[in-house]
C-alpha cells in the first residue's frame, strides 16, 4: 500500500513550456486534491476532484488544468510555464464521506517545480 | 469564509522542554482542525485531528491540541522536544458543510529544538 504517489520529483521548466504533473492513490478515495506551497503561505487549493470526471476550481486554479480519468489518478498540467508557478506541488487524497477516517487527507511526497 | 492563525513563523525550543505551537482559527461553521508535520524535503503527515468529539485530542509521537471554541484556538504542545521534533508544523481547518472538504492551511511554524 504505498498510499500517495507523485511524479516526477523535481523538474525545472523554462518560461512557456508545458508539463504534467502525475498523482495516484490506492486507497480507493472519491476525492483528490492538488495544492501548492510557498514560502511563507502554507499550502493553497488550485483543483479538487470529489469523483472520476469532475472537477472544480480551488483558490489559485490560474494557469492550470487538470484531468481525472479514473479513481486513481488526477493530474495537473501546466500548458504554458510561468515563473510565479514555481513551487512545491502536492497532492492529497481523501476518503468518501462516512467511511472511517474520511475526515482526513494523506498527502503525497510533493514535486518540486523550477520555472526559469 | 475561514482562516487560520499560526503565531509565530520560527520557533526555538531546548531539548527537553516544553513545545507550544499557537493556532487560531475563523470560521463561520462548526470546523474540523487538524495539525500535520512536514520533514524537510518531505510531505505533510497528519499528527492529530479534532473532528468534535473530545476536545483534548492526542496524536501522534507524544503531541496533543486542545479545541477552545471560546478562544477559537487549538494549539500544539508536547511536554518534552525531542531533537527528532524538528520541523515545520501547519494548522488547518476544514469545512463541515461542504463536500469539499477542502483544508485552509496556516502559514506554518518551522520548530526548532536546541541540544
Known amino acids: 500500500n504505498a498510499g500517495v504517489t507523485q511524479t516526477p520529483k523535481f523538474q525545472v521548466l523554462k518560461t512557456g513550456q508545458s508539463m504534467t504533473l502525475q498523482c495516484a492513490q490506492d486507497?480507493?478515495?472519491?476525492?483528490m486534491y492538488w495544492y501548492r506551497q510557498d514560502p511563507g503561505m502554507g499550502l493553497r487549493l488550485i483543483y479538487y476532484?470529489?469523483?472520476?470526471?469532475?472537477?472544480d476550481k480551488g483558490e489559485v486554479p490560474n494557469g492550470y488544468n487538470v484531468s481525472r480519468l479514473n479513481k486513481r489518478e488526477f493530474s495537473l498540467r501546466l500548458e504554458s510555464a510561468a515563473p510565479s508557478q514555481t513551487s512545491v506541488y502536492f497532492c492529497?487524497?481523501?476518503?468518501?464521506?462516512?467511511?472511517?477516517?474520511?475526515?482526513?487527507?494523506?498527502f503525497g511526497p510533493g514535486t518540486r517545480l523550477t520555472v526559469l | 469564509a475561514q482562516s487560520v492563525t499560526q503565531l509565530g513563523s520560527h520557533v526555538s525550543v531546548s531539548e527537553g522542554a516544553l513545545v507550544l505551537l499557537r493556532c487560531n482559527y475563523s470560521s463561520s461553521v462548526p470546523p474540523y482542525l487538524f495539525w500535520y508535520v512536514q520533514y524537510p524535503n518531505q510531505g505533510l503527515q497528519l499528527l492529530l485531528k479534532y473532528t468534535s468529539a473530545a476536545t483534548l485530542v492526542k496524536g501522534i509521537n507524544g503531541f496533543e491540541a486542545e479545541f477552545k471554541k471560546s478562544e477559537t484556538s487549538f494549539h500544539l504542545t508536547k511536554p518534552s522536544a525531542h531533537m527528532s521534533d524538528a520541523a515545520e508544523y501547519f494548522c488547518a481547518v476544514s469545512k463541515l458543510d461542504t463536500g469539499r472538504r477542502a483544508l485552509t492551511f496556516g502559514s506554518g511554524t518551522r520548530l526548532q529544538v536546541q541540544p
Open positions: 476532484s470529489a469523483s472520476e470526471g469532475t472537477t
Open positions: 492529497a487524497s481523501r476518503g468518501q464521506a462516512m467511511a472511517a477516517g474520511s475526515d482526513t487527507q494523506y
Open positions: 486507497m480507493n478515495h472519491n476525492s
